[in-house]
């Protein structure tokens, strides 16, 4: 729950990296939040106004961890748009978001992991 509540307070900033487990921990509570919308929806007989109110409000959180995650991997933000590539595009864009991030500092920041890149030293 704390990834997800880091990255809801972060959640207009797409500066920066973020930890593989960071990011799914946070998309592993986004989901469950909304399958109990769903299923509270459902009890109220709700015609989706909540999930929509959701899903609307943490459009962008949701977008800014997949930049910063991708930033992880030294790869721009906009190489998210590689889901648009028929059929295959999820695919690809699944496999850059589940690579393990480039050791050390890279061009969007430090390491969140903290580990230290020993080919440049200070």
């Not at 509570?29 to 109220?44: Q, R, S, T, W």
């Not at 999930?51 to 995650?69: G, N």
Request: hydrophobic letters at 50%.
């Amino acid at each position: 729950m704390g990834s997800y509540i880091a990255t809801v307070k972060n959640f207009a900033n797409s500066d920066g990296r973020v930890r593989r487990k960071d990011f799914w921990l946070f998309w592993f509570v986004h989901y469950g939040i909304c399958y109990l919308i769903l299923f509270l929806g459902e009890l109220i007989q709700d015609d989706h106004a909540l999930i929509a109110v959701y899903l609307s409000l943490s459009f962008i959180p949701a977008l800014a961890s997949i930049v910063r995650r991708l930033h992880d991997t030294n790869r721009s933000g906009w190489s998210m748009l590689v889901v648009l590539i028929p059929f295959v595009g999820v695919l690809i864009g699944l496999m850059l978001l589940v690579e393990q991030g480039s050791p050390g500092d890279n061009d969007y920041g430090p390491d969140p992991k903290g580990v230290m890149d020993l080919t440049h030293p200070v």
